[in-house]
T-cell receptor, first 115, second 113 residues
Framework: EPEVTQTPSHQVTQMGQEVILRCVPISNHLYFYWYRQILGQKVEFLVSFYNNEISEKSEIFDDQFSVERPDGSNFTLKIRSTKLEDSAMYFC?????????????FGDGTRLSIL | SQQGEEDPQALSIQEGENATMNCSYK?????LQWYRQNSGRGLVHLILIRSNEREKHSGRLRVTLDTSKKSSSLLITASRAADTASYFC????FGGGGFKTIFGAGTRLFVKA
């Protein structure tokens, strides 16, 4: 069964540095998402992306964050100047089509540790 | 409280027993989804129930939805040790530009062998 893959599985970065988290969604999917989960807390929506643009974003997704689909397969999340509170698991998800009643498929996440 | 709140926060049962988890939400929804998360892993979609459906089954899973009470329940029958995980409900909320999925805090289920 096709799956969403995320790399790296663990990223350790110094505070203030830029970090790029990578995701390869399922190939025929059209909607892409990023979520984060701070240790022990709930999964929080960051951003949704469709047709090469952001369709929805949360209050967490401020100017420090950006997303890009640089080619036909990758979907990236960039954090420009990381802060200690950005430490979390970051999950990418994709969904097949315009019907919001289709399920999202999640990757196994990238654990981001900011030192 | 926030959109998508589960109770109980934690549940410990013996293998073979049934596990029931509840979820409440505040706004109108298009659908409600249940996900499972094993420790350190991503979320696995279990079941989606649309706002015009009242009950849905998938294997040992039964989900109900009561839109008048803005609540849903997930029942796992004949639980197994392998069902040990966190279970989250999630709702799609239209934000103006598109849908965003709001997750609850989850129920941690521990099934003792």
């Amino acid at each position: 069964e096709p799956e969403v893959t995320q790399t790296p599985s663990h990223q350790v970065t110094q505070m203030g540095q830029e970090v790029i988290l990578r995701c390869v969604p399922i190939s025929n999917h059209l909607y892409f998402y990023w979520y984060r989960q701070i240790l022990g807390q709930k999964v929080e929506f960051l951003v949704s992306f469709y047709n090469n643009e952001i369709s929805e974003k949360s209050e967490i997704f401020d100017d420090q964050f950006s997303v890009e689909r640089p080619d036909g397969s990758n979907f990236t999340l960039k954090i420009r100047s990381t802060k200690l509170e950005d430490s979390a698991m970051y999950f990418c998800a994709s969904r097949s089509g315009t019907d919001s009643n289709q399920p999202q498929h999640f990757g196994d996440g990238t654990r981001l540790s900011i030192l | 409280s926030q959109q998508g709140e589960e109770d109980p926060q934690a549940l410990s049962i013996q293998e073979g027993e049934n596990a029931t988890m509840n979820c409440s939400y505040k706004t109108s929804i298009n659908n409600l989804q249940w996900y499972r998360q094993n420790s350190g892993r991503g979320l696995v979609h279990l079941i989606l129930i649309r706002s015009n459906e009242r009950e849905k089954h998938s294997g040992r899973l039964r989900v109900t939805l009561d839109t008048s009470k803005k609540s849903s329940s997930l029942l796992i029958t004949a639980s197994r040790a392998a069902d040990t995980a966190s279970y989250f409900c999630a709702t799609d909320v239209f934000g103006g530009g598109g849908f965003k999925t709001i997750f609850g805090a989850g129920t941690r289920l521990f099934v003792k062998a």
